[in-house]
């Protein structure tokens, strides 16, 4: 019956996310921009499965050649719709009742902002991550309304110099002050009717005094997310600067009941627009802006540390160093599905940056990545891929 395929194809997704991993880790690598033509690419080698080679070409020989694994790697003619595919997965597992926290990192430039929200006043087909992944929550929760009841709200904050501000405020950027307290509390909820979760999940509610949105449509999201734009652009100094030194978070609550039975689910999904994450030399730099450089440095360390102690599977976990990591705390380890896209420019003269990003990545990755290519009761993921497609099919054709 119905129930039990939707059921069955259920827990074959959870299934498959669980072989690929709580973290996972994309490299962008961004084109080159117009007037760019004629310099030199640091990439030499994209494969298939996720390996990179970047190559400095000033530097002749081996020791110019370094090469990366990650779960994947994007070329330069990456389309963001063939992005988001690989992201949409983490969806269904947000609305199965897991927490999902999806950030990009990388160099002021390197395409961050592209990723997550894409070009100002984009066309749908340059939607960023957070647009599709709001549209797909609509998508979904409808073709599910026979069983669940979805609400889907927004918040959305910056953080500056370790101070949180509601980017969605009414009031206006002069409300961001004083800074928006964190609170850190877990709600327990029963077990998922279905009895594909078993264990309790956590609230992601962690800046309760950031305006909260209900959004119901695709038109709801884009005059949020124009908001929050604007207000993230207003507190700048010179165009766009201020928006390379803060982080900023949009969190959508989702929260489901059961038709029949009423049992409510919780979950939360983050997407995160981190600040510049270039070395800013110490002895240029002084007052506001070797501060703002502190605090970026910090907290962009505290996330690394966060990363690697859950890759480890560190039973200390230091969420307590930075707001970030506080505010992301319920959706980063658990049961939580964490993914980085790491961007970088192929510039050449970013050579080094580049480098240190890949370098970042590398050390929150490695232990994880190792394991989650490994297979699990015999069977691997192109089988339940495959398993998952088919009872989709018999899904769409009982509808
Ligand atoms: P960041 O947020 O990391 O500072 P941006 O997203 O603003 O970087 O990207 C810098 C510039 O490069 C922008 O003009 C942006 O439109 C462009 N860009 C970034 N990634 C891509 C891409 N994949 N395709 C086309 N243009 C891109
Ligand atoms: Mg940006």
Known sequence: NYYAILAENQKLHNE??????????????RPFLRGQTGKQTIIEYIGENGELVVVNPSKQGKDGHRSFKFNKVYGPA??????????????????????????????????????????????EDEWGVNYRALNDLFRISQTRERTYKYEIKVQMVEIYNEQVHDLLSSDGPQKRYPSLAIVIYFVFLDFHTLGILSTSQTNG????????????????VIELMETGLRNRAQGA??????????????????????????????????LV????????????????????????????????????????????????????????????????????????????GSFSESVNTLKFAERVSGVELGAARNSKDGRDVRELMEQVASLKDTIAKKD
């Open 78 to 123: 990456a389309t963001q719709v063939e992005v988001f595919s690989d992201t949409q997965p983490l969806l269904q597992s947000l609305l199965d009742g897991y927490n999902v926290c999806i950030f990009a990192y990388g160099q002021t430039g390197s395409g961050k902002t592209h990723t997550m929200t894409g070009p100002e006043s984009a066309s």
């Open 16 to 29: 498959l996310q669980e072989l690929k991993g709580n973290i996972r880790v994309y490299c962008r690598i």
């Open 237 to 270: 100094t010179a165009l766009n600067e201020r928006s390379s030194r803060s982080h900023s978070v949009v969190t959508i609550h989702v929260h489901g009941t059961d038709t029949k039975t009423g049992a409510s689910l919780r979950s939360s999904l983050h």
């Open 205 to 220: 509610l962690s800046v309760p005094d950031a305006t909260m949105h209900p959004v119901a449509s695709t038109f709801d």
């Open 273 to 348: 627009d981190l600040a510049g994450s270039e070395r800013v030399d110490r002895s240029e730099v002084t007052g506001d802006r070797l501060k703002e450089a502190q605090h970026i440095n910090k907290s962009l360390s505290a996330l690394g540390d966060v990363i690697f102690a859950l890759a480890q599977k560190s039973p200390h976990v230091p969420y307590r160093n930075s707001k970030l990591t506080q505010i992301l705390q319920s959706s980063l380890g658990g049961q939580a599905k964490t993914l980085m896209f790491v961007q970088l420019n192929p510039d050449i």
